[in-house]
């Protein structure tokens, strides 16, 4: 299911097998569609095109639109949004906490109001299973608390040891649900998630915990969000040598570029962030020769493309004064034209950084990038 | 320059030469990218999956905003969007008179403010000359006053007569601008603009008198703002006879797919309209079967594609409930799905409208889809 091929230091090269689409080379940067489409106008025939090797959807929207139970009905989600690659569901805990309001927190689950149209939801791991299962993905995520930074010790303490028992519960309930006859996906995967906020103790004892629990992978999630990324970089270190070796870890979130470099050299597989498209979406782009902010009026007639070192669609065929026009004059096209060019420079990034780590050359690669990717052009 | 290959009634079969890309076959339906791109996140590489044959760009929107002399800097309109097909600009006054606000019209031009940033404009037959030169299109229109509907007698009489001397200087400002040594296309064609509003004696004269200064192409203007199709009809019917036979003809801003059948049927070769792209951004979309309203609760798990009997780009891949969802969730790429269906609808009606021309079919053709084509699916 996951090979390593070579390693340089902590830096693992990969390949990693799902039931769809066959093998993913990792490291890999997973492209964002929370609602089973990429924000910006860009669809799942697109990701072929920007080099996309597995797609996320994020379970708590797609519960609230169209329903869990439309998309199973729909043959799953690979079969609603025409994409036969892999897929990674989160298990809509970061969002039930970051975007639902009126949460009540009990051992069971979670209550809590849809940011839609505010009707109150349950959710606890069972409910998360299930929705996942319905989604039909390759790779379900188990359903933890994701507690904000700074956190109180005893509150993320107690937290930690909830999220681990709620690993035990949607362990048992996702095997359950890939065994019924009629399950969408029996293949799916199940990655378990370490939290423990910005406390190395308790990171480092609930990735012991959760290791013992058999899961496909492991992922890192409730980092990068708001602490410096020092203190990410360490809470990776910490986690690192109780993560089993022979499994995928992800790291949830991130991030910049020269994160995803920093967190390879420490032993990451797996990452997903909205920032491509996100900041696509502003005119921020993404190049080897640092940002590029679309909107600055010295483009209005640069007839360059966004990087003369690209060769992904949009580079190939418009300008930056195309592009800037296209912002300024608010046409959708901008949207898409941004997130496809920043999409395949992440996709880019992850198969250059795999080239060195074929190649043994990771640290001068990292040398050469990290830390000079988010500079200004 | 045109040539009518065949022709059944009033109809005409054609083929019109242009300075870019070949050979446009008539009837055509010319799609609409206002502002250098098509609303809804379409691209001009787009364009060719859906079966453009010639685009149209507005000459108000690119003057103000990137502005003619940045286009013209950055080597013309089609090297600026990346279209290498035939494009035509229309004048800028039509979206002076429906757009701008504070006009004033002297005999000069007309002076009026940016629905922008509310900055004043003059202009006049030689400037929109001179900004559509300067865009490079391959067919300029010649700058109109577009009176509303219903108008004054005396007003529209004295608009007419007004336009017809605009004509006459925006020929001779065409004919000095295209001989320019630096010109951006000097094969630039001009299309008159017939007017009068809707009384059938000023349209008929001002047709007999534009027909006297030599145009590349003849355009109806100021139909289909309000007025019944049946006035639209007869306006048609009233001007076509002094219509020269052996230039094109152009139903400018017009129209539902009925209203274009009932046009070839009275001898138009030329069209283009907002239709498809706005009601595709409401949701509305163009099939062989009739109209469908994609919000509606009863596609939530209808798996079929929007028309079994459409093999576009959208109809190939993805299912109405899948399109039904992604309007639900605000997601832009519903925009684009569903405007390049409804492209590939209308440039398909024409493909079909000029087969069976070309069959000795049209009348059947006509009988069979005018009047049906907006109905319910």
Redesign the interface.
Known sequence: MFKILKTEGKARRGEFSCAHGGTVQTPVFMNVGT?????????A?DLKNVGCQIELSNTY?LHL??GDK?VR???GLHK???WDGPILTDSGGFQVFSLASLRKIKEEGVTFASHIDGHRIFMGPEESMQIQSNLGSDIAMAFDECVENPARYEYAKASVERTLRWLQRCKVEHDRLNSLPDTVNPHQMLFGINQGATFADLRAWHMQEIAKIDCDGYAIGGLAVGEPAEIMYEMIDVVEPFAPKEKPRYLMGVGTPSNIIEAVARGVDFFDCVMPSRNGRHGKLFTWEGNVNIMNEKY??D?RPISESCSCPVCR???R??L???F??D???????AVLHNLWFYNELMAKIREALDNGTFADFREKYSGNLEKRA
């Open positions: 609602q089973a489409a990429i924000k910006g106008g860009v669809s025939l929207h639109r169209p439309v009905q729909m043959g609603f949004m025409n209005i007639t007839d065929s418009h300008s004064a195309y800037r026009h296209l300024k004059a046409e959708v096209l901008a949207l898409r034209l």
